[in-house]
């Protein structure tokens, strides 16, 4: 169940990596991009010393989260930062929040309803696989939905109660 998102992510973190290097895209590096470094080489030196540096470069057969995750996550991290139009992320987060809380509740009403869906002990986790995963995005996406401007302003209560019923659901 992980192993497609591994390499989703994988493959995506990869593209951007060629793309910002083709492009030339340039980042300044600030205090919590060196700490962000630091810690990668730290992590790197580790898992390569580690008892077993095939499961710490690639992560254990069930979640796949071994140094490569990390290193595509620092990858995002740095593509973010190069972002010149913070609105487009910054939608981008936001709409893949709202897909989520829907996918959440809509699931938690079918499993109500007597549908069989894929759980982890009778807890759901929509896309990410893990109740735990899913509580903790759907939390870093609740500064979003409270400090973003909508158009309409009934969007904003609408959405954080939504947000706020999903993590009670996980």
Not at 33 to 58: C, E, H, Q, W, Y
Not at 64 to 79: N, P, R, V
Not at 129 to 156: D, R, S
């Amino acid at each position: 169940y992980e192993f497609p998102k591994f390499l989703f992510v994988l493959i995506i973190a990869q593209t951007i990596a060629i793309c910002s290097f083709l492009t030339k895209r340039g980042f300044k590096f600030d205090l919590l991009t060196k700490l962000v470094f630091i810690f990668l080489i730290i992590n790197f030196f580790a898992d390569t010393l580690g008892m077993d540096p095939r499961i710490s470069l690639i992560g254990s057969v069930w979640r796949h989260q071994g140094f490569l995750l990390l290193l595509s996550g620092t990858i995002f991290y740095l593509a973010a930062k190069t972002i010149k139009n913070t609105k487009t992320l910054e939608k981008s987060i936001l709409i893949s929040g709202i897909i989520l809380n829907a996918v959440t509740i809509l699931e938690f009403i079918s499993l109500k309803m007597g549908t069989y869906l894929p759980t982890y002990n009778g807890r759901i986790v929509a896309t990410l696989g893990n109740p735990n995963f899913l509580g903790a995005y759907i939390v870093m996406i609740l500064p979003f939905l409270l400090f973003h401007k909508f158009e309409k302003p009934y969007f904003k209560p609408l959405f954080t109660l939504l947000s706020i019923v999903s993590v009670l659901i996980t």
